[in-house]
């Protein structure tokens, strides 16, 4: 069971919105910086956000993260068949000395 | 551009022992925290082992603590795991990656593309 808590999967149609929720506690996602990362199918993960909101060079501004408390979201806006993927987030976490991911996001363009 | 090419999988028995290689290039190598992550068949990811820019200081997750032992060469650019009393639960693909670490900003900004570990009799 995966510390940070991830919905199994989420679905919309071609050019609509997706929003992924992460929710872990006070010591990862409460006192640090969330990052997401996807997983195309058979591919290695790839850095989406980090330090919450932040995106790296040749990420699309349809990626988006935020925080709230014990709580981080990932929005993707103009779903494409491209965005297909597992998403995971993830966070130090500062009582454990740890790294924690997410169960991981499969998302649907259906 | 920044590379990470993982070697050393393969197909161990039960109680057996393997290490695996990262080859890194593209950055100062050492002038990056590194880490293993590892992804079991159709299950999802799970962070293994971190280590500092000297090697001074790594942390494990719990699951491989006393069995596993990253490591790093500096001057080989090349980061390390040694995996002893391998188990069938430790059977997953294993990737490296660079772990940036500054302040308390963390995350992995690059990831290498994996190598296959199987622990089977």
């Known amino acids: 069971q995966s510390v940070l808590t991830q919905p199994p999967s989420v679905s919309a149609a071609p050019g609509q919105k997706v929003t992924i929720s992460c929710s872990g506690s006070?010591?990862?996602?409460?006192?640090?910086?969330v990052s997401w990362y996807q997983q195309l199918p058979g591919t290695a993960p790839k850095l989406l956000i980090y330090?919450?909101?932040k995106r790296p060079s040749g990420i699309p501004d349809r990626f988006s993260g935020s925080k709230s408390g014990t709580s981080a979201t990932l929005d993707i806006t103009g779903l494409q068949t491209g965005d297909e993927a597992d998403y995971y987030c993830?966070?130090?976490?500062?009582?454990?000395?740890?790294?924690?991911f997410g169960g991981g996001t499969k998302v649907t363009v259906l | 551009e920044v590379h990470l090419v993982e070697s050393g999988g393969g197909l161990v028995q039960p109680g057996g022992s393997l290490r695996l290689s990262c080859a890194a290039s593209?950055?100062?190598?050492?002038?990056?925290?590194m880490s293993w992550v590892r992804q079991a068949p159709g299950k999802g990811l799970e962070w293994v082992a971190i280590?500092?820019?000297?090697?001074?200081?790594?942390y494990t997750v719990d699951s491989v603590k006393g069995r596993f032992t990253i490591s790093r060469d500096n001057a080989k650019n090349s980061l390390y795991l040694l995996m002893n009393s391998l188990r069938a639960e430790d059977t997953a693909f294993y990737y490296c990656?660079?772990?940036?670490?500054?302040?308390?900003?963390?995350?992995?900004?690059?990831w290498g593309q994996g190598t296959l570990v199987t622990v089977s009799s």
């Open positions: 990656a660079r772990f940036y670490a500054s302040g308390w900003h963390y995350y992995f900004d690059y």
């Open positions: 593209g950055f100062t190598f050492s002038g990056y925290w």
């Open positions: 280590i500092n820019l000297d090697g001074t200081a790594k």
């Open positions: 006070s010591s990862d996602i409460g006192n640090n910086y």
């Open positions: 330090d919450n909101n």
């Open positions: 993830g966070a130090w976490d500062s009582s454990l000395t740890n790294w924690v």
